[in-house]
Each structure stands twice: as structure tokens, then as C-alpha cells.
């Protein structure tokens, strides 16, 4: 049996390995680090509105090992082809063009509606995209995923 010294080294180990294993496949550019299985891939946040209870709102992360963590409480997790298909989406995202396109018309939140606000978690920087300053299309992806994965719809 491992102690749990010993456990740490040998999982600190088998990451560098994998890490080295993936950066020589070319995978990752030299010198970078994988981001950890459980770190988060994109965080949706729905604010604005007023509910019975007070202000409306929703929030889920979808982490990169499949595990969603909802303000609703519900338990989820993805399955392996939509997770791999949103990491594909976020990846090959054209952020730059994504970002070019504002928002016209009087934010919903102004109206008693909802900002849809995605935080995508890719390089050093995380990518915002929110609906009152950018045109969001549903149906483009990599929203479309996410939408499918947390409501079932679009996706």
C-alpha cells in the first residue's frame, strides 16, 4: 500500500509523463501545461428578470472531465460525444469574429429579460461573450453545444 506521500509522487509523476507523452505528440505547444481534467471549459450565466422569489438567474460550469455544477441543483454530467464535441467547438471557435459582431437594440435585462453571458475558458485569458454587448446566434457554435448540453435544445 502507497503512503499517501508516496501516492502524491507517483500521481505528480504520471502527470509529467502524460504531459511530456502529450506535448511530443504535438498536442500542446512546447512548454505548455494541460489544464486539469476537473478545471472548467465554459461557464453560462443567465442574469436579469424578475422572479417570485426576486432577481432571476441561473449558472452552470461544465467542467472538462464531463461534470456540470448548476445554481438549480441538478445534477449533471455530459456525455462523452457532446463533451467532446463542445472542446472541438470551443477550440476551433473564431473568437475574434465572434466578438466582432455587437449587440444593437436595447438589452433584454433593461426589460425585465435575461443576458445570456458565456465565459469560454481557452488560453491564458478567458473568452466572455455576452449577449448584451455581442451578438450571441444560438445556433452558432460553440453556443449551440452548450445550449444542447444544459437545456437540450439547439445542441
Do not use: K
Not at 100 to 125: K, L, M, W
Amino acid at each position: 500500500m502507497l503512503t499517501p506521500i508516496r501516492s502524491l509522487t507517483v500521481q505528480l509523476l504520471l502527470a509529467g509523463a502524460l504531459a511530456a507523452a502529450v506535448a511530443a505528440c504535438g498536442l500542446l505547444p512546447p512548454g505548455a501545461v494541460p489544464e486539469p481534467l476537473n478545471s472548467v471549459l465554459v461557464t453560462y450565466e443567465a442574469a436579469g428578470g424578475e422572479c417570485p422569489e426576486g432577481p432571476c438567474g441561473f449558472r452552470a460550469e461544465i467542467r472538462r472531465d464531463g461534470t456540470v455544477t448548476r445554481s438549480d441543483g441538478v445534477e449533471q454530467t455530459v456525455d462523452a460525444p457532446s463533451l467532446a464535441r463542445l472542446v472541438e467547438q470551443v477550440g476551433a471557435a473564431d473568437w475574434d469574429a465572434i466578438l466582432a459582431t455587437p449587440f444593437e437594440g436595447e438589452c433584454p435585462r433593461n426589460v425585465d429579460g435575461q443576458e445570456s453571458i458565456y465565459t469560454f475558458h481557452v488560453g491564458p485569458e478567458p473568452v466572455v461573450v455576452a449577449s448584451c454587448t455581442v451578438a450571441v446566434d444560438p445556433q452558432q457554435e460553440p453556443f449551440r453545444t452548450v445550449q444542447g448540453i444544459l437545456f437540450g435544445v439547439g445542441g
